[in-house]
């Protein structure tokens, strides 16, 4: 089973928290490996942390700034672990790619989106345990829970830029009209 994050390697998006988390998660589901997925000054960090908890042959740090959509593809879970967040183009992405997404519920973003439990879990940023059991969650349901990607890709479609034009434009009309 593999977990994917993207975004920035910065103190912002939390990786360090993830790592954190992931390497509580391999004591327990030894299978797991990890994907994250960016590019930023953080990386020797990163790095450093990755080896550091022993987690080399588990964690895979990859750049792919321009286009996520081979790390996505190629991944059961996306977790985001960011400390604060806006609207997460990243969580947006990987439920088009009907990914569950498990997200720290940050102030704003994460909460806003995910707004059903088909789409993902939030938890607090601050908990690690909270978030290690979620994970530990998909990787004992996966099955179960792949059943609601046409659910997230149908969600996540009505944030897309052709269905954003379309309701501004009618909304358009209708006050040019009256």
Known sequence: MTFVNVGRFSF???????????????KKRSNVMLKIVGYGDGEAALRAEIDRRGLKDAVSLEHHPENPQPALSASDVYVSTSRWEGW?????????????????????????????????????????????????????????????????????????????LELHARALRSAAAA
């Open 88 to 164: 997460s183009l990243a969580i947006c992405e990987a439920l088009r790619f009907g990914l569950p997404v498990v997200a720290t519920d940050c102030e704003f973003g994460p909460s806003d989106i995910l707004v059903d439990s088909r789409l993902g879990m939030l938890v607090p940023v601050d908990r690690r345990e909270e978030l290690v059991n979620a994970m530990i969650y998909y990787c004992d349901n996966l099955r179960t829970e792949q059943v609601h990607a046409n659910f997230r890709r149908e969600f996540i479609d009505c944030y897309s830029p052709e269905r954003v």
């Open 12 to 26: 912002q998006k939390g990786q360090d928290i993830l790592l954190a988390a992931f390497s509580e998660l391999r």
